[in-house]
């Protein structure tokens, strides 16, 4: 009797217990189902993009796909789906609670009444237990379920997560050479123009509120406008961008393109950062403050240069790493290395408070340009395929994610004047982005935009995750909420439309297509000579004098040389080393940061490769074809570094 007694305490005692687990278990449950279903998107996503290709179609991207199936989904789950109810507890404030009444607290405790472990001698005493609830936000729906909750996901997830690794393979793996010889029009088209879409879309989209009936604008102030152009005007054009690729589409329009939708990234989070911090230096005396514009628009310059230190920085670190470590003995080990590095300096940025998206890309520009040539075959093969495999994955997740909560996030909000007032004020945006901006840059630039270029830049200025992750990030106002509603039908419509018909446009407009990389480099080096020619154009390299250096890019131009003569031999094992760029005062130090194999290596052979070189002068492509075409100037280049370097390898023979 007292053996049953006791397995009856027990038992009573953990009824709350049980009851929690059981409650942990459906959660667990409903977790996995939702990443089942995430998981069984992506994966008709891959099979529906095989058999496009397969079938030759290209008037849909997988972009596209994963939108429209997250849309059939989301609509299944919200209208067709099993509910799982979840209970609501209504919790008012204590009269004399110590807390700010206009911003909610970030976490509830609430005490419950549960039974102690009965004893023998007071089986009726309770005592009460202590629940933390995390703080989600404004209720708009009180009869959601589960499982809608649960298709959605942390904001945060979306920034820490899903784009770092989405904007580190944007940076690593740039085609450098052409985007450095369109650096110019590139950082106009990215930070100007950018900027430039941001205000003016703010603006309009302002004097279209002021328009609108007083239920629909009361909520929206100008700097919400303002927020709502910064997040509004960056540019993800990865349809287009793969139509490019298949179709080889002319590559410096392609470097113009991707170049903007690199960087615009990295503008806009920095921008859309300075407008709330003008938000909050703003005294609200119903004027422009001076003061607080100054000190917002420093804190755009000065976070978007720190971040890019930072991203720089911890490049040239793993760089230095893999140079003078012999970590390349253990492939393995050295891909950790460099994805815990890259991943790091995202991670060192956002908790400086700066912005890890400018930081992690020219974190991947630097690894791309100095770490990959350091790596071992084994890690330079699996870090392109890891990062591109990410990028893949991360992408289309989003994109499906975009359709699944159109239907399942519980606060959007639709006001139809909003939207078409976001649409019309988003396109007039992006015209002023390129139509004047090309004008200018076509005054001294050489070879010039054509028209029907900008017309194609103009229609490449798809939305997509970076538009999408800004909007989401904070929809506890009514503002916001309208907000990324517009965003995520803006993305949807211009993923599906532009990027379908960007195919159409391109024979429209006929742009040039079929132009590899190797034919452009002829075009523009005809100094070069390919495996193919088997001599046919030994009078080409003469017309190469008609090619004047003022052509490419004035900042390229300079970067170039000293990349050449003091970064690559600082970060990496190129010639020529830094004993022989630095002054000979120098001389001890340059010995102690080159490496054995920098002074043993041929260097009588440069390899020309568009994704390794910035950019190359016609003179060192001449003397490369030349060494190849002369194997005794090789052998003399070899003897006389062999005789140079003799005494550094071995200054005491025997």
Not at 294 to 301: A, E, P
Not at 390 to 404: D, P, Q, T
Not at 435 to 456: C, D, E, T, V, W
Not at 625 to 636: G, L, W
Request: aromatic share 10%; charged share 15%.
């Amino acid at each position: 009797f007292i053996v049953f007694s006791c397995l009856i305490a027990i038992c009573n005692g953990e009824a709350t217990d049980i009851a929690l687990d059981a409650k942990a278990n459906l959660t667990h449950r409903i977790d996995s189902l939702n990443l089942l279903l995430y998981t069984f998107l992506l994966t008709l996503t891959v099979l529906t993009i095989w058999l496009f290709k397969h079938r030759r179609v290209s008037w849909l991207h997988e972009t596209g796909l994963a939108v429209i199936y997250g849309l059939i989904v989301g609509a299944i789950i919200r209208y067709a789906g099993t509910t799982t109810p979840v209970i609501h507890l209504p919790v008012e404030p204590q009269a004399n609670a110590k807390f700010n009444q206009s911003l909610p607290p970030d976490t509830l405790w609430l005490d419950f009444p549960g039974k102690l472990d009965p004893g023998i001698n007071d089986p009726d005493r309770v005592q009460n237990k202590t629940y933390a609830y995390v703080f989600r936000g404004q209720v708009v729906d009180i009869d959601e379920n589960e499982i809608d909750l649960k298709a959605t996901f942390d904001p945060e997830i979306f920034f820490n997560i899903i784009l770092p690794p989405i904007i580190f393979h944007a940076g690593y793996s740039l085609k450098r050479k052409y985007f450095f010889r369109n650096l110019g029009a590139i950082l106009t088209f990215a930070i100007i123009g950018t900027t430039l879409s941001a205000f003016l879309v703010g603006a309009l989209m302002y004097g279209c509120v002021k328009m609108m009936p007083e239920n629909s604008s009361n909520s929206l102030s100008f700097l919400d406008t303002l927020y709502f152009g910064a997040l509004i005007s960056p540019t993800d054009p990865l349809t287009i961008l793969a139509i490019f690729h298949d179709m080889h589409v002319d590559v410096n329009l392609y470097a113009l393109v991707f170049g903007e939708s690199v960087l615009n990234d990295a503008v806009a989070i920095a921008l859309s950062g300075a407008i709330q911090n003008y938000g909050e230096h703003y005294s609200s005396t119903g004027g422009f403050e001076q003061h607080a514009f100054i000190r917002s628009l420093g804190d755009f310059f000065g976070v978007f240069m720190l971040s890019l230190v930072i991203g720089a920085t911890m490049g040239c670190v793993t760089a230095l790493l893999t140079k003078f470590t012999r970590v390349r003995d253990f492939p393995l080990l050295e891909s950790a290395l460099f994805v815990l590095m890259s991943y790091s300096t995202f991670l060192i940025a956002e908790a400086s408070e700066l912005t890890g998206v400018v930081a992690v890309l020219f974190c991947g520009i630097c690894q791309a340009h100095y770490t990959y040539n350091n790596l071992s075959e084994d890690s330079r093969t699996r870090t392109k395929q890891i990062f591109e495999l990410l990028n893949f994955l991360a992408e289309n997740f989003i994109f499906s994610y975009i359709g699944v909560s159109m239907f399942t996030f519980p606060k959007h909000h639709f006001d139809p004047l909003f939207i078409t007032a976001g649409f019309v004020c988003a396109a007039i945006g992006r015209a002023v982005n390129v139509y004047p901006l090309s004008f200018l840059l076509n005054i001294g630039r050489k070879p010039k935009i054509a028209m029907n270029s900008q017309h194609m830049l103009f229609f490449a200025g798809l939305r997509g995750a970076m538009s999408f992750a800004l909007a989401i990030r904070n929809t506890v106002s009514e503002a916001r909420q309208m907000m990324l509603t517009t965003t995520s039908l803006i993305v949807i419509i211009t993923v599906i439309v532009q990027g379908g018909a960007a195919s159409s446009l391109l024979n429209w407009l006929k742009i040039p297509v079929g132009v590899d990389d190797e034919t452009e480099q002829l075009n523009n080096y005809p100094g070069v000579r390919s495996d193919t020619d088997n001599g046919e154009t030994e009078g080409v390299g003469a017309s190469s004098s008609s090619k004047k250096p003022h052509e490419k890019a004035f900042l390229a131009r300079i970067w170039g040389d000293f990349d050449t003569k003091y970064m690559k031999p600082l970060l990496t094992h190129s010639r020529p080393t830094l004993l022989e760029t630095l002054p000979v005062c120098c001389n001890p130090i340059a010995r102690l940061l080159t490496t054995t194999e920098q002074l043993t290596q041929d260097s009588g052979i440069r390899r020309s490769d568009s994704d390794s070189d910035l950019c190359l002068e016609d003179d060192d492509y001449r003397n490369t074809a030349t060494n190849v075409a002369d194997p005794q100037h090789i052998r003399r280049n070899s003897i006389n570094r062999e005789s140079k370097f003799a005494h550094i390898l071995n200054p005491h023979p025997l």
